[in-house]
Structure formats: C-alpha cells, structure tokens
C-alpha cells in the first residue's frame, strides 16, 4: 500500500471469516471497513482499531449506542451526531491479558437517525505468551511535515531458540524497516526491529502495521502496530465550517483560528463557489491568526462550498476549509 492507515485512515479489509455480518444497509454502508484482524499478538498489549465512518446519506445520521459482546473489549463512538458530510469514528480497545488464544469480539452500533438500524463490527486477536515487544507499539511521535522519524521494538520469542526471523514487511511504503538478531539462548530468540518513516508523509493523524514473518509453524508472523502524528504547515480550527440553516439572504459569522508552524502572511481569503467576507483583515505576520468570517448566500441562496486562504507559508501557500450548510427556503 501506498499510504499508512488512518484513525481517523486509512485500510480497507475484505470478509473472509463464516458468520461475519455483511454489508447490507444504509448504515453499513457509512463505514469505510467493518472488520479487523489483528492476527498474532503479544498477550497483555491493549490493541485499538478506529472505524471510520462518513455520513453520506444526505440526512441528519444519529447513534444511540455502542455495545460490545465481551467485557476484554470497551467502544465508544467519537461523536453521536452527523451533519451530512460530517465524519467520526467508533473506537474499541481490546485488552488482551483477558483472554488467550484466539478472540472474536463483536460491536453492536445502533443508529436512531434517520431511522431505527444496527450496524455489526468485529475485532480479532491471537494473545500469545511465547512471544513479547518492548515497547508494545512503535510510537513515531508528533513531527512536522516533511521530517523523518525512527523508532525501534525489541522482539522476544520464548521458547523458540532456534526461530529464524525471514521478511519484514510494513503495510506502507512510507516505512522502511530493518530487523537485526542481537541474542540467542538454550530458550529464546531476541531481534531488535527498527522502522524509519520517510519524508513525504502527508498531514494527520497515522496507523499502519508491520508483519515480521519467522520459519516456525507455532509463530509464521507477528504483527507490531505503528503510530504517528504529521503536522501541516497550516491547519484550520474548526476543520470545516458550519453554517447551519441559512434563511433568506441572512448573514453568519464564523470564527476560526489558523495556525502555523512559523509565522505567515494572509493576503487574501475568498469563497469556493460563493461570497466571503473578512471584516477585519489580518496584518503581519504571526504563528496564530484569530479570523471572524462572514458569509452571506446571494440573490439565488447560493453559498461558498469552501473558503480558500492564500498565504506566504513555504510549504502550504493554500489553505481550504470545506463550508456545511443547510438552506432553508
């Protein structure tokens, strides 16, 4: 793959496994992936898995509820409530000391808007006590973009001393990895595996896996998780506008906070498809610009679809803000 996964990202999984609920409603539908199978895992890792979702229905979307099948496994919906075009995700944490072997663990999302509709999620792990990671995941941190980053996982095998590590495989080309042997004994192995990020990474918020495959038949692969936050050189708070209902040709003020890496210039803001004011334009240059918008449909209700920021920064001379709105006649 091409891109890291996000928690918001980033990969979409096939159904494979007998009895897995399939896609078949609108509420399916909103979600990017229904699954996720963690595989092989080391028993005491708290394993988290973000499922995105997009309400695209064209209607208000409501949740009413998130419950899951197994106390090993808590889950919880970021937000309740979704404008059209708006995003959010249902975030479930497994914690694998309850259990070992092998866990299917389903999560009932129960939608009360547009209409009554229970979408079924479902995570998988395999908790093993003959392997361990130090540390358990591979935190790559908060970085601008365009910097690097690496970080490095110590791989025990217990029990397996004569376990030979073959490839290692990230699920994204924005990973380089290397995974050298450092001991070996009478009752294990030990590897120190080492994952660099590349430059280019684009901005937000990243999960990605990498699969280290051995030559036992107990442990063909295990799976180390991969986290990471990329900076833009602009970001916008809120990330979109929201107008509401817009009667007639009223107008609506909006207030946004723009922050840089380093202090930029605004030189000019204008609408995507529509009319937008700057009451007070900014001067000089700062690291925060603090902005009151104004938007006003025309004479045919029309309103801007984004607002576009034009800039001095480097690297992000544009900054566009998508606009929600909903008119009413």
Not at 151 to 159: D, E, L, N, R
Not at 289 to 300: E, G, Y
Request: charged residues 20%; positive net charge.
């Amino acid at each position: 793959m091409s891109i890291l996964k996000f928690l918001l990202v980033l990969l979409l999984h096939g159904i494979v496994s007998a009895g897995i609920h399939a896609s078949s409603s609108w509420a399916d539908g909103l979600f990017n992936e229904l699954s996720k199978d963690f595989g092989i895992v080391s028993r005491g890792a708290t394993l988290v898995q973000s499922f995105r979702l997009k309400n695209d229905s064209g209607q208000p979307v409501g949740i009413s509820g998130v419950r899951v099948s197994c106390g090993c496994v808590s889950a919880s919906a970021l937000k309740t409530f979704l404008q059209p075009g708006e995003e959010t995700a249902v975030v479930a944490r497994m914690d694998t000391t309850r259990f070992r072997g092998v866990k299917t663990v389903t999560i009932y999302v129960h939608f009360n808007k547009p209409k009554s509709e229970e979408v079924r999620l479902w995570i998988k792990a395999n908790a093993r006590d003959d392997f361990s990671l130090s540390p358990e995941k591979l935190d790559l941190g908060v970085i601008k973009q365009g910097q690097s980053a690496q970080a490095t996982s110590k791989v025990t095998f217990h029990g397996q001393p004569d376990l030979i590590v073959g490839e290692v495989h990230p699920e994204s080309n924005y990973l380089v990895c290397k995974i050298r042997e450092t001991s070996r004994s009478d009752n294990e192995s030990t590897y120190e595996l080492i994952v660099s990020l590349q430059k280019d990474v684009p901005p937000g918020v990243w999960f990605s896996d990498v699969w280290i495959r051995t030559d036992s038949t107990q442990i063909p692969q295990v799976r180390v998780p991969v986290s990471l936050t990329v900076e833009a050189p602009l970001n916008a708070t809120p990330g979109q506008i929201q107008l509401g209902k817009i009667q007639g040709e009223s107008e609506i003020q909006r207030r946004m906070v723009i922050r840089g890496l380093t202090p930029f210039h605004i030189s000019k803001i204008e609408g995507v498809g529509g009319n937008v004011n700057l009451p007070n334009p900014p001067k000089g240059a700062k690291s925060v610009h603090v902005l009151t918008l104004s938007v006003q449909p025309d004479s045919k209700g029309k309103v801007p679809t984004a607002v576009r920021i034009h800039t001095d920064a480097k690297d992000q001379p544009i900054l566009e803000i998508p606009v929600l709105v909903e008119i009413r006649p």
